[in-house]
């Protein structure tokens, strides 16, 4: 998606090899007119998989979440991180481990929102290690629904989280892919030969 990649190389910013800040455009400051755009691209790379729900996780997951799930037409949830007093009965829970954040997170739905008849269609910003990811189809596997595949703004490439997920068997979109951080540069994978 060129658009995006013209957002990383001009806004982001390499902090090492392999950190990307992009809190100008994405996951701080949010750019409206990029997340139009990355709505569309994940309604027609999943416009053929019977998306009945979004699920995505808070907050950064949250606008591109909610622009996919605008443009196919269905309802978006998102896991909370954090404990909330009206959220407590019921809840569909897995446990997920950031790596930017170096931390540890229950992640918690409402098991009222996801039905066993649902096709979930998961968004994130970020693919780093899969964990995120992984327990959003924790959740919806609890729920006794099926994951139709995971939508990814940005996977870094060169971390395992892409190939565990797409060796567990599910369909990862990932609208700009991240070959190597090195040298303060970003390198995307279509650039090294290698596609989507």
């Known amino acids: 998606m060129e658009l995006l990649q013209q957002k990383i190389i001009n806004e982001g910013r390499v902090l090492s090899d392999h950190v990307l800040k992009v809190d100008a455009f994405l996951n701080h400051q949010i750019d409206p007119v990029l997340m139009v755009e990355i709505g569309n691209e994940f309604a027609q790379r999943f416009q053929h998989d019977q998306i009945t729900k979004v699920l ?111 060796d567990k068997g599910f369909k990862v979109e990932s609208l700009a892919r991240i070959q190597t951080l090195q040298g303060g540069k970003v390198t995307f994978l279509e650039e090294v030969g290698a596609g989507r």
């Open 56 to 166: 995505t996780i808070e907050s950064s997951g949250i606008a591109p979440g909610m622009m996919a799930a605008l443009e196919l037409g269905v309802p978006v949830i998102f896991a909370r991180k954090r404990k909330s007093l009206t959220l407590v009965d019921d809840l569909l829970t897995a446990s997920v481990h950031s790596f930017t954040k170096n931390e540890t997170n229950e992640i918690s739905v409402s098991q009222k929102f996801l039905e066993p008849t649902d096709n979930v269609l998961i968004i994130d910003d970020f693919l780093a290690n899969g964990q995120a990811a992984l327990g959003l189809t924790e959740i919806v596997e609890k729920a006794g629904a099926k994951t139709a595949g995971i939508g990814i703004v940005i996977e870094k490439s060169f971390q395992d989280g892409g190939k565990m997920l797409r």
